[in-house]
């Protein structure tokens, strides 16, 4: 097994900035420059976005920022210590210790456990205080491996007789071993040893499972021991699970889940008093988590953790609070929305192949022909278009295929918008609710407000206290059966027919635009495509045209058109980021110019998110280039009257866009004019316009160009303090020889 960490990836004591996005990217290029990652903006943009779901600052000035990415080649590990701290999320300050860990997206277990064992020993004060003291960088990988027990524990007994006065005050074990993270024996503490110790289980689970999973557990376990309280935790971590036993489950006053993600089984815990938080906070805050797990225990009317919501796991977003009703329904219904796609994404490439070989004409004869007909009987009636008998036969086929994949549409919508507010049993109802909404023409907007009640009447059901003997035929008969009558009987005879005949008026409506009104409203879902790239606005609009997909036909091509507008609309940011840095490289870090390479593909693709590093960094001059050239693609797209049968792939489902030609058009001059809008941006908005030409040229740009070689990507001015670069247009063309970024004001969104 290869060295998780070597001298050459670790930075001592230095400047990297005052974001922590900074860091992150000085790290993975770090990690890239070894050749551990194919990608450093790809794995930088990994562990951006997971920071930005939960920071990684711990307390005591150490932040573990991690992903989990196909861009990494090889399991690394690579630590700053930072001159001076830098702010990721705790709740003490910044962090002057910050360890990045990167893992394939296959990782071994045996990395990934030891990766994972790093995180505990992060929790030790005098490991902490050794990576401080360190001179060089050969003794943070000693100390690091010895942590891991890749090496044997040097000699010195000083190093090993500190832990036990910082782990186990009140006499318990030394903790230089690799920590438990299951269980805090009772033993190892002396309130523990009493007759009837309290007891607390946890489950802690972060979305990578490598670093704030084990951190949490063992700073649960530690808080438990010192409290004289038993605590035993089940890490549901990347590398592995060993669950907790039912009977110590059975046997517990209370319990802790500190957890980011759903809890794997969690119908295990059903009837327990609990507490349910992020996982950073079992790290922050573990003795106040255990105190309140047992306050619920001890209060009458305290939470417990019915049948029915064993499953579910939305309650509880901060400290006991409950998730607030807006993010709730922004969370289930992108559930929907991501449930839906797949069925969405194979009918609509089916029904397209199977315009191409049939012929338009070919929903008027495919389902005759896939009944009567097949390889050995090929059809003799067929449309024109077709590509002979062969054409026509698979043309059928593959159009039913598609037709009938597209009749889940709105059934999936509505049962995965149930499933993300009641779990499983909200599935039945709420498939039966969507499949009542396409019956009565309610369309994709009944499938919503179906999902939503009956999402909504299952979970109420749950919140019932029931019997113990029933129990177990409440998520499976009762729940599905009583939410399903309520839900589709309400949709039968009150809401189907209103919803259907607003269903109907928006149908006439879309259909009807034509000229300004067409141009305008694809103008509108050109903007939301390049506003927040992959963000909600962006997943709005993508979601109102993948949700009218269905809807198209020859006769109402609307729906057709507005798919091709959203998806020409989000091709442009990635491609106009490619183009900029290939017209104008000097004015791009060497990094972005690496990015732009891969953003051709990602743009030609339709994947909006390539662009996503260029707008991370310089927000302020990339997303309004973005939005103006993406809203001029969507009002071409709209003009044009340009479809699209496939919900995603840009250029490579040529066959299911019809104008392909004028499809391209669109989005190349959109590119361009982003392309353009981008770098005047950079080049001229700055400060005071030409003014900030001419300070690029003065000897304060060369502080940027340090920090640019450093990897930061912010400059500081040394004597002032104050962010001396906002841009490097023309520090680029005074000293070509060192590209600097210029976007070094690292602001992310």
């Keep these: 097994m290869t060295s998780l960490i070597t001298t050459e990836l670790v930075i001592l004591d230095a400047d990297q900035g005052t974001e922590s996005s900074a860091v992150i990217r000085a790290l993975a290029a770090t990690i890239a420059e070894q050749d551990r990652a194919n990608s450093a ?69 045996d990395h990934l456990k030891l990766l994972s064992k790093l995180a505990r020993s992060l929790v030790k004060k005098d490991f902490v205080a050794s990576l401080r003291s360190a001179a060089t960088e050969q003794e943070i990988v000693d100390l690091v491996e010895t942590a891991l027990g890749l090496r044997e524990t040097p000699e010195e007994p000083a190093a ?74 089940e890490t549901q971590g990347s590398s592995g699970t060993t669950p907790i036993d039912q009977a110590v489950i059975d046997a517990a006053d209370a319990v802790v889940f500190a957890v980011d993600v759903d809890v794997r089984d969690k119908a295990r815990f059903a009837g327990k008093p609990y507490v349910q938080v992020p996982v950073k906070a079992g790290i922050d805050d573990p003795q106040g988590l255990i105190t309140k797990a047992l306050a619920e225990a001890d209060a009458p009317n305290g939470r417990r953790l019915s049948a029915a919501h064993a499953a579910d796991d939305s309650s509880d977003a901060q400290s006991g609070s409950r998730e ?157 059966l009583v939410a399903s009558l ?61 949700a009218g997909l269905a809807a198209g036909s020859v006769e109402n091509p609307v729906p057709w058109e507005i798919m091709a507008t959203v998806m020409a609309a989000g091709m442009v940011p990635p491609l106009a980021m490619a183009l900029a840095t290939a017209v104008r490289p000097r004015i791009f870090s060497q990094v972005e110019k690496e990015n732009g390479k891969a953003a051709w593909l990602l743009g030609a693709a339709f994947i909006s998110e390539g662009a996503i590093p260029f707008a991370a960094s310089d927000p302020l001059r990339v997303i309004p280039a973005s939005v103006v050239g993406a809203g001029v693609t969507g009002g071409m797209t709209m003009a044009f009257s340009v479809t699209s049968q496939a919900p995603h792939g840009g250029v490579f489902v040529f066959f299911a866009i019809d104008s392909f030609l004028l499809f391209l058009l669109s989005v190349v001059v959109g590119t361009i004019i982003s392309a353009l809008l981008v770098l005047a941006l950079k080049i001229f908005v700055r400060k005071g316009g030409a003014a900030g030409l001419a300070e690029a040229t003065a000897p304060s740009a060369a502080t940027a160009t340090a920090a640019a070689t450093t990897g930061s990507t912010t400059g500081t001015d040394s004597t002032t303090g104050t962010d001396s670069t906002t841009g490097s247009g023309s520090a680029d063309e005074a000293n070509p020889t060192e590209p600097v970024s210029s976007n070094a004001d690292s602001t992310r969104v």
């Excluded at 002396?190 to 289980?201: C, E, L, Q």
């Excluded at 149930?418 to 909200?426: E, L, M, Q, T």
């Excluded at 005879?493 to 009807?512: E, H, N, Y």
């Design 41 to 109: 903006d790809g794995l930088a943009a990994a562990a951006i976005a997971r920071e930005e779901k939960t920071p990684t600052g711990v307390p005591g000035g150490i932040a573990i920022p991690h992903a989990r990415t196909e861009a990494v080649t090889e399991p690394s590990l690579a630590m700053a210590r930072l001159n001076p701290p830098v702010d990721f999320g705790a709740k003490d300050g910044p962090a002057d210790l910050v360890f990045m860990i990167a893992a394939p997206e296959g990782a071994g277990k």
């Design 486 to 546: 309520v839900s589709s009987g309400l949709m039968f005879m009150v809401l189907g027919g209103p919803i259907s005949a607003l269903t109907k008026g928006l149908d006439s409506w879309l259909s009807s635009m034509t000229g300004t009104a067409a141009v305008i409203l694809g103008l509108i879902l050109g903007t939301m495509m390049a506003v927040d790239l992959g963000g909600p606005v962006n997943k709005v609009a993508y979601s109102f045209a993948v």
């Design 160 to 233: 090993t007789e500190a832990a036990p006065t910082e782990a186990a005050p009140t006499g318990g074990a030394p903790t230089t071993t690799e920590p438990t993270p299951t269980s805090a024996a009772p033993t190892e503490s002396p309130a523990s040893s009493t007759d009837n110790p309290r007891r607390v289980v946890a489950v802690t689970a972060c979305p990578t499972g490598i670093a704030h999973t084990y951190m949490a557990a063992d700073a649960l376990a530690q808080a438990g021991s010192e409290m004289g309280i038993d605590v035993v935790a």
């Design 324 to 480: 607030s009703v807006g993010a709730q329904l922004k969370r289930v219904l992108l559930t929907g929305v991501s449930y839906m796609i797949p069925f969405v994404a194979a009918g609509g490439l089916l029904m397209a192949l199977g315009f191409l070989l049939g012929g338009f004409d070919i929903p008027d004869y495919a389902e005759d022909i896939v009944l009567g007909n097949s390889l050995w009987n090929l059809p003799t009636e067929y449309g024109d278009l077709a590509l002979g008998p062969v054409g026509a036969y698979l043309g059928a086929v593959a159009f039913q295929f598609g037709n009938l994949s597209m009749s889940f549409l709105v059934a999936a919508l509505a049962g995965y918008i149930a499933f993300g507010i009641a779990d499983r049993p909200g599935i039945a109802p709420g498939f039966t609710v969507g499949a009542v909404a396409v019956l009565m023409g309610a369309g994709f907007i009944g499938g919503i407000i179906g999902g939503l009640l009956a999402g909504y009447i299952a979970h109420w059901i749950g919140s019932f206290a029931a019997p113990r003997w029933l129990r177990g035929l409440m998520p499976v008969v009762i729940i599905p």
